[in-house]
């Protein structure tokens, strides 16, 4: 089942569920009890990166054939402020950016209605970013660690393994089997109906930015879930809106040499990957082949968590044929831990990102905010 609605009513975290979708792998869609709706991806052969002379295209970008085995659900949508919160409350959970009394970045309101970035403060949360927020806006100021506590609840909840998707799951499932520079087309003017970036509505909050893509969305800063159209796959907000946590470590020359059929990642780093591109930055960081590097560890405005997806848990009991060894396997899915079934999981799409910093690369690195998921039932296993 392809949901192509420009504008999705968005199910709100504590909203009643009227059916349980776990049933059967050939389901289209599975709809958890936060209200997260998942499309199921099929399994196909792409080809990651892009082209030498694709405009904004950076070096790490070199094109590669991938294969994604398996058909996995993702998230339709990023997670939500609404969705985390019920996290927060149900685990007692304190996200990193609170035990550390550090905070996260912010924007604060100057005078003209305007606003202006600051730095990391302690009052500046996932709770509150110093933008406007609704629980269906997506979570943001959540780090790659929170954002597999994230899924590790759910998990647990759910009775199904949720994770985040792969760089190459993640690369995947935006194209939905195009080939341009955007699911929409080559043409940043095709963007106007599909991504929230730096456009003229952004101009009105803050003046001294310029705008990157000439249109009005009408979404100074986050937008709603679900406000702009989707991928064919069924996906919204795959480009813009936030910078979405995947789980792999970030490697410039990871696929030289490495297998291709459902890759990782390498298998340790300094920084995660995160994709899709921001609401405040240009149309040529939000490219399907675009890759982010962030630390596991900095929230940030820009950033939050990815959708969630279903698939298959893990085999067999913990840390039985899981290379290396994982602390969680099966039960609680301690993220990237398990190297087994990965295909079969759901996968979540977490949005953390607001700020906007420049450079491409962000240090640091343990573990993301929740993004999309993507999980499995362990009926199955």
Not at 159 to 174: D, I
Not at 200 to 223: C, I, M, N, Y
Not at 313 to 335: D, N, R
Request: aromatic share 10%; with cysteine; hydrophobic share 30%.
């Amino acid at each position: 089942m392809r949901w192509f609605e420009r504008h999705l009513p968005v199910v709100k975290a504590g909203s009643s569920v009227v059916e349980d979708t776990r049933s059967t792998a050939d389901e289209d869609q599975l709809i958890n009890s936060l209200g997260m709706k998942l499309v199921k991806v099929p399994a196909g052969k792409f080809t990651m990166g892009s082209p030498d002379d694709e405009p904004g295209r950076d070096d790490d970008e070199e094109q590669y054939p991938v294969e994604i085995t398996r058909a996995f659900y993702l998230g339709r949508n990023e997670v939500t402020l609404g969705q985390f919160r019920a996290f927060v409350r149900n685990a007692g959970y304190v996200t990193e950016p609170e035990r550390d009394g550090v905070g996260g970045t912010r924007y604060t309101e100057q005078a003209g209605e305007t606003w202006k970035l600051k730095g990391r403060e302690p009052q500046y949360t996932w709770k509150h970013t110093g933008l406007p927020q609704s629980d269906d806006h997506p979570v943001a100021n959540v780090t790659w660690n929170d954002a597999v506590a994230f899924c590790g609840w759910l998990s647990r909840k759910e009775g199904r393994v949720y994770r985040l998707p792969t760089e190459a799951e993640w690369e995947y499932s935006c194209r939905a089997h195009t080939t341009t520079r955007y699911y929409s087309g080559d043409d940043e003017g095709s963007l106007a109906r599909v991504a929230n970036l730096a456009d003229e509505a952004g101009k009105l909050r803050f003046p001294h930015w310029r705008a990157t893509v000439s249109h009005d969305d009408g979404q100074p800063s986050t937008a709603p879930v679900g406000s702009f159209g989707p991928n064919a796959f069924g996906m919204h907000d795959m480009h813009g809106n936030l910078w979405e946590w995947c789980a792999d470590w970030y490697g410039a020359d990871y696929y030289r040499g490495n297998p291709r059929r459902d890759p990782q990642g390498p298998a340790v780093g300094t920084q995660r990957v995160a994709r899709g591109g921001c609401w405040n930055e240009a149309a040529r960081t939000a490219r399907a082949a675009g890759p982010q590097q962030g630390s596991a560890l900095l929230p940030q405005h820009r950033r939050g968590i990815p959708r969630a997806a279903g698939v298959v848990c893990c085999a067999g009991l913990q840390g039985i044929g899981c290379h290396p060894p994982c602390s969680w396997c099966c039960c609680c899915w301690s993220y990237m831990g398990c190297h087994v079934n990965m295909g079969s999981a759901l996968t979540v799409r977490s949005a953390s990102i607001l700020s906007p910093y420049p450079s491409h690369s962000f240090s640091g690195g343990s573990q993301p905010a929740p993004s999309r998921v993507i999980g499995k039932d362990r009926s199955t296993c």
